[in-house]
């Protein structure tokens, strides 16, 4: 079965830096788009981030645009989101997702099919 486990959160400074992990394995990871998701406390989950199975394309919330990268490692089968200039606002529960269907790509979450249990960010002001 398709599993996503997600690492690299943790309590950062206002300002700071961290880069979240997402290992896939159960799939060929070379075919299949790769978002990232985000819930913050009492708000609902939101779009962050998306790459293409190639790595070739990448999209982001307007939030986000300048602030974050997605990229990808195939060789690897990993997911990466480096987050640079963290603020308090970006606290969040962050999950890898992807869809069951090839060479699409989707930034909902109704279109997502597999998610990794996530991984906390906390930016202290």
């Known amino acids: 079965q398709v599993q996503l486990v997600e690492s690299g959160g943790g309590l950062v400074q206002a300002g700071g830096s961290l880069r979240l992990s997402c290992a896939v394995s159960?799939?060929?990871?070379?075919?299949?788009?790769m978002d990232w998701f985000r819930q913050a406390p009492g708000k609902e989950r939101e779009f962050v981030a998306a790459?293409?199975?190639?790595?070739?394309?990448?999209y982001y919330a307007d939030s986000v645009k300048g602030q974050f990268t997605i990229s990808r490692d195939n060789a690897k089968n990993t997911v990466y989101l480096q987050m640079n200039n963290l603020k308090p606002d970006d606290t969040a529960v962050y999950s890898c997702?992807?869809?069951?269907?090839?060479?699409?790509?989707?930034?909902?979450?109704?279109?997502?099919?597999?998610w990794g249990k996530g991984t906390l960010v906390t930016v202290a002001s």
């Open positions: 790459i293409t199975w190639d790595g070739g394309n990448t």
């Open positions: 159960g799939r060929t990871f070379s075919l299949y788009s």
């Open positions: 997702a992807t869809s069951r269907r090839a060479y699409i790509v989707r930034q909902i979450t109704q279109d997502m099919d597999y």
